[in-house]
């Protein structure tokens, strides 16, 4: 049960309360989740929550909500469909009894005019933190709505918070503040005193366990450090001046591996390279206690990746099976891995040597056709954005061919957020009026569109976030345009 302070808390401490009866009620469930982290941690708190509860229920993992995902939910002839990680932003699509959201994504604007008319089901239960005064893109995700179900239902189930805290991390909700705040929080203390998560202050880069420490360093990106960053050499003459070894025998060593000391040692000197960028790199890390460090799954960011590694490539239920802790999936999860950082490499690299970023006004934007998977052009996008390969004061639009379309995915810094930029509203309305549709976060949101209307779609995006943008300017107040 969640602390009822607040009137947002209380509605939704009622809602909770209400969809557990709904899910109580049921003889058989139907899960149906996204394929990301934060889709596949969300399905895997439902799926082991059902199993607790003795209910017939499946679980199907859904890249995005089509028209065709629309009708199979309507038209499921079962009790109650339990959507995960997705649906807000259909909601007015949605007309059957029996529906249970668990979602963090900018709600439908439609909805609202068929509110009434869907509660007359009496079987729609959303629960969305910006229905209760929150913001989805940093305060809960989806696993976080999923978990606060799955607590409601039944208390012991906090033993599961640790996949929520996974699947924020996978969502970057940690990076806007360098740790999880809010609703996150809360779900984080659970885990934590559960036994299940560790909070470390360190470095936030990824693949502190993982990757040999040169490559660790090496890799780093937003920030970047100087003289380290893409500089193989000069990651190792650092360590060397710092007297720590790069290796123990003939093994590379990570970042983890290295005594209290030498990362103190090593953080001090990094602290002075990034100078005044130094706050962005440090904050807190979040340790998942019942994995081994070289398992990738001791570290919720890595653990995110294996789940975004499985999913991203047709592979999700290989991700569901790692949630419980199926060891026997690991190995096809690190193959899964192996394939994800080839194709993210490979990805960056063909974007980067022919050339494709091309820039507007108020945006910039690559069309990557069919040479980057479309579950992963987001991905590519957003380090894209950080990675000093573009302008980061502008937004940035990513093309990649899909079975249904032209995928769009859009991504943007915190910075443009609070300048009035709403790239779920961008979208939504954008591909509305080429004949898609789409939807997300104020900081990262997609689409899909014919793909002969692309041009188009670029002059109605670009016109969109100058108006949002020029229009915040003249009301310093911040007025919303959602």
Same mark, same amino acid.
């Given at each position: 049960?969640?602390?009822?302070?607040?009137d947002?808390?209380?509605?939704?401490?009622?809602?909770?309360?209400?969809?557990?009866?709904?899910?109580?009620?049921?003889?058989n469930?139907?899960v149906?989740?996204?394929?990301?982290?934060?889709?596949i941690t969300a399905?895997a708190?439902?799926?082991?929550?059902l199993?607790r509860?003795g209910?017939?229920?499946?679980?199907?993992f859904?890249?995005?909500?089509t028209?065709?995902?629309?009708?199979?939910v309507n &038209?499921? @002839?079962g009790?109650?469909?339990w959507?995960? #990680?997705?649906?807000? +932003?259909y /909601?007015?699509?949605? !007309?059957?009894?029996g529906?249970?959201?668990?979602?963090?994504?900018?709600?439908?604007?439609?909805?609202r005019?068929?509110?009434?008319?869907l509660?007359?089901?009496g079987?729609l239960?959303?629960?969305?933190p910006?229905?209760?005064?929150?913001?989805g893109?940093?305060e809960?995700?989806g696993?976080?709505?999923?978990y606060?179900?799955?607590k409601e239902?039944d208390?012991s189930?906090?033993?599961?918070?640790?996949?929520?805290?996974v699947?924020?991390v996978?969502?970057?909700q940690?990076?806007?503040?360098?740790?999880?705040?809010?609703?996150?929080?809360?779900?984080?203390t659970?885990?934590?005193?559960?036994?299940d998560?560790?909070i470390d202050?360190?470095?936030?880069?990824?693949?502190r366990?993982?990757?040999?420490?040169?490559?660790?360093l090496?890799? &780093?990106? @937003?920030?970047?450090?100087?003289?380290l960053? #893409?500089?193989?050499? +000069?990651? /190792?003459?650092?360590? !060397?001046?710092?007297?720590?070894?790069?290796?123990e025998?003939?093994?590379?060593?990570?970042?983890?591996?290295?005594?209290?000391?030498?990362?103190e040692r090593a953080?001090?000197?990094?602290?002075?390279?990034?100078?005044?960028?130094?706050?962005?790199a440090?904050?807190?890390?979040?340790?998942?206690?019942?994995?081994?460090?070289?398992t990738?799954?001791?570290?919720?960011?890595?653990?995110?990746?294996?789940?975004?590694?499985?999913?991203?490539?047709?592979?999700?239920?290989?991700?569901?099976?790692?949630?419980?802790?199926d060891?026997d999936?690991?190995?096809?999860a690190?193959?899964?891995?192996?394939?994800h950082?080839?194709?993210?490499?490979?990805?960056l690299?063909?974007?980067?040597?022919n050339?494709?970023?091309?820039?507007?006004?108020?945006?910039?934007?690559? @069309?990557?056709?069919?040479r980057i998977?479309?579950?992963?052009?987001g991905?590519v996008a957003?380090m894209?954005l950080?990675?000093g390969?573009?302008?980061?004061?502008?937004?940035?639009?990513?093309?990649?061919?899909?079975d249904d379309?032209?995928?769009?995915?859009?991504r943007?810094?915190?910075?443009?957020?609070?300048r009035?930029?709403?790239?779920?509203?961008?979208?939504?309305t954008?591909?509305?009026?080429?004949g898609?549709?789409?939807?997300g976060?104020t900081?990262?949101?997609g689409?899909?569109i014919?793909?002969?209307?692309?041009?188009?779609f670029?002059d109605?995006?670009?016109?969109?976030v100058?108006?949002q943008?020029?229009?915040?300017?003249?009301?310093?107040?911040g007025?919303?345009l959602?």
């Open positions: 049960m969640l602390d009822s302070s607040g947002g808390l209380r509605r939704m401490s009622r809602d909770l309360r209400a969809a557990a009866s709904v899910l109580r009620d049921a003889k469930i139907r149906v989740t996204h394929i990301d982290a934060d889709g399905g708190i439902a799926d082991m929550t199993e509860m209910k017939d229920h499946t679980v199907d859904e890249k995005k909500i028209d065709e995902v629309i009708r199979s &038209s499921w @002839d009790d109650v469909v959507i995960c #990680d997705l649906g807000s +932003g /909601l007015s699509e949605f !007309d059957r009894d529906l249970v959201i668990t979602d963090h994504h900018v709600p439908d604007p439609k909805w005019g068929r509110q009434m008319r509660d007359s089901f079987g239960q959303h629960l969305n910006h229905s209760y005064g929150y913001d893109s940093f809960v995700c696993a976080g709505m999923t606060l179900l799955s239902l208390p189930n906090t033993d599961l918070a640790h996949l929520a805290v699947g924020a996978g969502d970057f940690d990076s806007n503040h360098r740790r999880l705040v809010s609703l996150n929080r809360t779900i984080l659970d885990a934590v005193a559960t036994g998560v560790e202050d360190d470095l936030r880069y990824f693949g366990d993982t990757r040999p420490i040169n490559q660790y090496q890799y &780093s990106s @937003d920030p970047v450090i100087p003289g960053s #893409d500089n193989p050499r +000069g990651c /190792l003459e650092f360590l !060397d001046s710092l007297g720590i070894p790069a290796k025998g003939s093994h590379w060593r990570t970042w983890s591996s290295l005594s209290e000391a030498e990362r953080s001090d000197r990094i602290s002075e390279l990034l100078g005044p960028e130094s706050d962005q440090f904050g807190e890390m979040y340790r998942i206690t019942r994995y081994d460090r070289q990738g799954l001791g570290d919720a960011k890595e653990f995110a990746t294996v789940l975004n590694s499985c999913g991203r490539y047709d592979d999700a239920p290989t991700g569901l099976r790692v949630c419980h802790g060891v999936a690991l190995r096809v690190e193959e899964n891995r192996a394939e950082r080839k194709h993210i490499s490979a990805a690299s063909y974007v980067r040597e050339h494709l970023l091309r820039e507007r006004r108020f945006i910039q934007w690559f @069309d990557a056709g069919s998977r479309e579950t992963v052009v991905i957003g894209m950080t990675s390969d573009c302008r980061r004061n502008l937004p940035i639009i990513a093309f990649a061919d899909s379309g032209v995928k769009v995915s859009a943007a810094g915190r910075d443009l957020v609070d009035g930029l709403d790239l779920s509203s961008v979208m939504k954008a591909a509305g009026l080429v898609g549709f789409g939807g976060h900081v990262a949101a689409a899909t014919p793909p002969e209307r692309k041009e188009e670029l109605i995006v670009e016109d969109l100058s108006s943008l020029e229009r915040r300017s003249r009301h310093p107040d007025l919303s959602a």
